[in-house]
């Protein structure tokens, strides 16, 4: 399966081999500390992973977790762990009665509108995470329904994403990145995965760009500034300053917008074992991983199995001090909801032991800049003609479905 998987990869970054070629050998040539550069990146990971380990052997959850009634007296102790995790779970978003209603909503939206036969008959494929070891979650492509469109507004995710924006460091030499304050929408789809599904996982990944992260410029010459150049101590996964200006190689299921988080929020009780979100709460890994992409034993045209058009896979064979710190995230409630950094590692348990269905809506915090608004404006038409989400495949299922969010609901 991996090294399917890596051909795969190669095929993909076929157009842009040269391009991949070229940016290692100049990124070897600007930093002339590499050995040092990557031992201490190494240090810093493991013993971050170290006290993780630890952690959960004690029975400590590694993830932070706040009550939404808290988001408003956190202080900065908090906040600097989240910043070092990279992740949070917050704790009472929705009610659970409202959820439960949502949960009954969408099962009615799917059933009354012949979803599943729709969706067979149309031999719809999603190829997004088509590198990955595991690579088939359960993910219905539904974007409008009523109960993702109240969860999406309403003024407590608002109020969430507020404070999640509020992580970030905002300032730059070109001014401000985003306004952390007003957070636009991201239509993303729902999971419905049955108890027992053993064949529905997603191995680690990260998202937000796979070899962008080295050729984009803003990527290389901005975000990661400090990494391939300068003071490694100075980098830090919260400054937004060239985030919103990446430029992502386009294909369907590629994320065009900047979150700052991604998240869900749950619609069922689950946990570990019951097919659930997996993490490594280590926000400055992606040093790392960038990194370990430049170091001798990677063949010069491959970045440690990255692929263009694709999420960026996470091998075992080139980041397995990586996973030794991959695990479940706790146990999550109805309306609880959990958001993790663009640069952490995540992925779905391979199997779903538990006995009920573990299901979710996605929801991400994407704040006002250029960059979101310019996609806003293609998901607006999408919402109004019923399209799918402009950043996901073409099925466009919901165009005549009854019960459909629209306009005129807003």
Request: glycine share 10%; aromatic share 14%.
């Given at each position: 399966m991996l090294q399917e998987a890596r051909q795969r990869a190669n095929a993909a970054n076929e157009p842009y081999r040269a391009r991949i070629v070229e940016t290692k050998r100049r990124l070897r040539a600007q930093i002339m500390d590499m050995p040092a550069r990557f031992a201490s990146a190494t240090r810093s990971v493991e013993a971050q992973i170290e006290e993780i380990i630890q952690e959960r052997a004690q029975g400590i959850q590694p993830v932070p977790e706040l009550d939404f009634e808290q988001l408003d007296r956190v202080t900065e102790e908090q906040r600097q762990k989240i910043r070092q995790r990279g992740c949070l779970v917050i704790r009472n978003v929705f009610e659970d009665q409202r959820v439960v209603d949502w949960n009954r909503q969408l099962d009615e939206y799917l059933t009354n509108n012949n979803y599943l036969e729709k969706l067979s008959a149309s031999g719809a494929v999603d190829d997004y995470f088509s590198t990955l070891a595991s690579d088939k979650p359960q993910i219905y492509g539904v974007y409008w329904s009523r109960p993702q469109m109240e969860a999406r507004t309403d003024p407590a995710m608002a109020a969430a994403k507020r404070f999640l924006n509020r992580l970030w460091h905002i300032d730059s030499p070109e001014g401000l990145v985003f306004d952390p304050d007003c957070d636009l929408q991201y239509a993303d789809r729902v999971r419905f995965r049955q108890a027992?599904?053993?064949?529905?996982?997603?191995?680690?990944?990260?998202?937000?760009?796979?070899?962008?992260?080295?050729?984009?410029?803003?990527?290389?010459?901005?975000?990661?500034?400090?990494?391939?150049?300068?003071?490694?101590?100075?980098?830090?996964?919260?400054?937004?300053?060239?985030?919103?200006?990446?430029?992502?190689?386009?294909?369907?299921?590629?994320?065009?917008?900047?979150?700052?988080?991604?998240?869900?929020?749950?619609?069922?009780?689950?946990?570990p074992n019951d097919g659930t979100l997996q993490l490594l709460p280590v926000a400055n890994a992606m040093v790392w991983m960038l990194l370990r992409a430049l170091q001798d034993d990677v063949p010069e045209d491959e970045l440690c199995g990255a692929a263009a058009c694709r999420a960026m896979m996470i091998v075992k064979e080139y980041h397995d001090l990586l996973l030794r710190g991959y695990g479940s995230i706790p146990q999550m409630q109805p309306g609880d909801a959990v958001f993790w950094h663009p640069d952490v590692l995540h992925g779905v348990e391979d199997e779903h032991c538990g006995t009920g269905y573990s299901s979710v809506m996605y929801i991400a915090s994407v704040p006002d800049c250029a960059k979101n608004r310019n996609y806003a404006k293609l998901q607006q038409t999408a919402f109004e003609a019923g399209l799918s989400a402009p950043d996901f495949a073409a099925d466009d299922f919901e165009i005549d479905f009854d019960g459909r969010f629209t306009k005129q609901d807003l």
């Open positions: 027992g599904d053993a064949s529905l996982g997603l191995s680690a990944h990260v998202d937000a760009g796979s070899i962008e992260r080295w050729i984009d410029p803003s990527y290389r010459d901005k975000t990661f500034r400090h990494i391939f150049g300068g003071d490694l101590a100075q980098y830090d996964p919260f400054e937004a300053w060239g985030r919103t200006e990446i430029e992502e190689i386009p294909s369907p299921a590629v994320c065009r917008m900047f979150r700052t988080f991604q998240g869900w929020t749950a619609l069922t009780p689950q946990g």
